[in-house]
C-alpha cells in the first residue's frame, strides 16, 4: 500500500493563478480531508468528504473548492491564488466507525504565492 | 470555543522523561489523540485514547486523560534525540471533525 499520496511536494503561483492539489489513497478509506499549516496555527481543517460525492467545510473553505467523485481521490483547487494561501497543505484519509478517526497523512505540499 | 491548547515548546535532556500537555473544550469527545510531526514530514498517528478511560501505556510512550479538567498529557519515557519533533494533540469530535492543537516543539539535547 502506497498509504495516502500528495502532488506535487512543492508549488510556486503567482497571485491570480489557479492550481488543484492531487490527494489519492489506496486503504479504501471513506473520510477524507484537507488541512493547511501555519507556524504558531496548527492545522486547519479546509473541506472535508465523508464518502465519494459527499463534501462540506471545514473551518477555513473559503477560496478553495474540493470533489469527491471516486473513493480514492479527493483534489483540492485553488481558484485564484492569493499570498494568504501560502502554507503546506496535507491531506488525510481514515476509516470512520465508532467515532474513531485514525487519520493517516500524506507528505504535504509546499505552496508558496508570491 | 473550538480550541485546542498546547504549550509552545519543551527542551528535554536525552534519558529525560518528556511530559507534554494539552487541554480542549469538547467534553462530548470520543477519542483524543497524539501525533507526531517530523521536519519536512506529514503526521503520524503515535497513538489514542478513548474517552471513558484514564490512561494508556505504549511502551515508552504514556498518555493520561483527565477527563473533569479536560486534560491530556503524553509522557515519553527515556527521551532520545530522534523523539525531537513537533506533537500535536487532537480531539475527535461526533461529527467525524479532527480539531488539533497547536502543537508543542520538543527539543532533546545531549
Known amino acids: 500500500n502506497a498509504g495516502v499520496t500528495q502532488t506535487p511536494k512543492f508549488q510556486v503561483l503567482k497571485t491570480g493563478q489557479s492550481m488543484t492539489l492531487q490527494c489519492a489513497q489506496d486503504?479504501?478509506?471513506?473520510?477524507m480531508s484537507w488541512y493547511r499549516q501555519d507556524p504558531g496555527m496548527g492545522l486547519r481543517l479546509i473541506h472535508y468528504?465523508?464518502?465519494?460525492?459527499?463534501?462540506d467545510q471545514g473551518e477555513v473553505p473559503n477560496g478553495y473548492n474540493v470533489s469527491r467523485s471516486t473513493t480514492e481521490d479527493f483534489p483540492l483547487r485553488l481558484l485564484s491564488a492569493a499570498p494568504s494561501q501560502t502554507s503546506v497543505y496535507f491531506c488525510a484519509s481514515s476509516s470512520r466507525g465508532q467515532g474513531k478517526n485514525e487519520q493517516y497523512f500524506g507528505p504535504g505540499t509546499r505552496l508558496t504565492v508570491t | 470555543g473550538e480550541d485546542v491548547e498546547q504549550s509552545l515548546f519543551l527542551s528535554v535532556r536525552e534519558g529525560d522523561s518528556s511530559v507534554i500537555n494539552c487541554t480542549y473544550t469538547d467534553s462530548s469527545s470520543t477519542y483524543l489523540y497524539w501525533y507526531k510531526q517530523e521536519p519536512g514530514a506529514g503526521l503520524q498517528l503515535l497513538t489514542y485514547i478513548f474517552s471513558n478511560m484514564d490512561m494508556k501505556q505504549d511502551q515508552r510512550l504514556t498518555v493520561l486523560l483527565n477527563k473533569k479538567d479536560k486534560h491530556l498529557s503524553l509522557r515519553i519515557a527515556d527521551t532520545q534525540t530522534g523523539d525531537s519533533a513537533i506533537y500535536f494533540c487532537a480531539e475527535s469530535r461526533a461529527t467525524d471533525k479532527l480539531i488539533f492543537g497547536t502543537g508543542t516543539r520538543l527539543q532533546v539535547f545531549p
Open positions: 468528504s465523508v464518502g465519494a460525492g459527499i463534501t
Open positions: 486503504m479504501n478509506h471513506e473520510y
